[in-house]
């Protein structure tokens, strides 16, 4: 009797896409190109529209009306990016392998094609690291570079500078990333901390086709701070040692004007010394440690409030999914 055939490894293709309208249709060609390359691979990609107030919802309603591998999940409101990769991770069913990158043409298509070569060569992380952005100004380029180093520099979780949210994870390390329910996501931290065996694929990051970055400024300083806050205590310590630097500054200080006081003869304003002392040294460091607490804080906050990462108004949790 025949066996039954086995059926190929199936990949996904996870994209967030938040005002996207103009370039998604060149991103969804873009991608079928390079998985039409991997004809010994089923594929399915899954689209996850962040809230999106353009006609990006419509445009990926009509690319998956047209192929069905393409499943579309669009969110009540904008949660932002890690929540839509995390939206679509969870959607994802079990593939083999799945890969995420942005809608943006940003992460260029043409890499899946290195990112499955090293999936194919055992490794169970493969992440696309960014050599260098083509039209990015040199303020950008240097707070990357300097928050790469205060991550590593605080962080027993090493990160490649250059890492994006571009990477390949194989089915045990999707499931791990599963398991992983905290609602502060650093995604490139969490698969860092994995410890899955890793590969790397640098890349080129063009610039923008069309449209513009969606990822300003306030935006950025979020995802850095929940970045340090998520995986490393560092701040606490160094707040409690910055006070007792303080103490000691204060403490010399007040030596300096007893001495003034009682062996220089110099006059003295009755009172200002202290003032001054308290004000400036304990109350900044009061203030500088009771807003390090307040970041660990508040995100313990949102944890114990089990609130749901996200909330769907298109498209259906998928059997599979852990949560929510």
Request: with cysteine.
């Amino acid at each position: 009797m025949t066996p039954p055939a086995t059926a190929a490894p199936l990949l996904t293709v996870v994209a967030p896409c938040f005002q996207e309208e103009e370039v998604i249709d060149d991103f969804y060609r873009a991608v079928k190109g390079m998985l039409a390359k991997l004809p010994d691979l089923r594929h399915e990609i899954v689209l996850v529209d962040d809230g999106s107030t353009d006609g990006t919802l419509a445009r990926l309603n009509a690319i998956a009306a047209a192929d069905p591998a393409v499943r579309v999940f669009s969110f009540a409101r904008n949660f932002g990016h890690q929540a839509a990769v995390t939206c679509g991770l969870d959607q994802a069913g079990d593939p083999d392998a799945v890969i995420v990158m942005d809608s943006d043409l940003q992460h260029p298509p043409e890499s899946l094609l290195r990112l499955v070569e090293e999936w194919r060569n055992g490794h169970d992380v493969v992440n696309a690291v960014r050599e260098v952005t083509e039209g990015v100004g040199p303020l950008k380029r240097a707070s990357s570079t300097l928050f790469y180093r205060v991550f590593n520099a605080l962080s027993d979780t090493q990160l490649t500078p250059g890492a994006a949210d571009f990477f390949l994870l194989s089915r045990p390390a999707l499931a791990a990333l599963r398991r992983m329910p905290e609602r502060n996501r650093f995604l490139r931290g969490m698969i860092a901390w994995l410890g899955f065996p890793r590969a790397q694929v640098p890349y080129r990051a063009p610039a923008r086709a069309r449209g513009f970055s969606k990822y300003t400024a306030a935006r950025m300083i979020g995802l850095a701070k929940d970045a340090i806050y998520s995986f490393s205590s560092k701040p606490l310590r160094l707040v409690s040692n910055l006070g007792l630097l303080l103490v000691v500054l204060g403490a010399g200080y007040f030596l300096e004007v007893m001495w003034e006081k009682l062996f220089s003869g110099k006059p003295l304003e009755p009172g200002w010394a202290t003032v001054v002392g308290v004000l400036l040294i304990l109350g900044g460091a009061q203030l500088v440690t009771l807003g390090v607490i307040g970041e660990y804080l508040s995100r313990v906050f949102d944890e114990v409030k089990r609130r749901p990462m996200y909330v769907l108004k298109q498209g259906s949790p998928a059997p599979s999914a852990p949560r929510r």
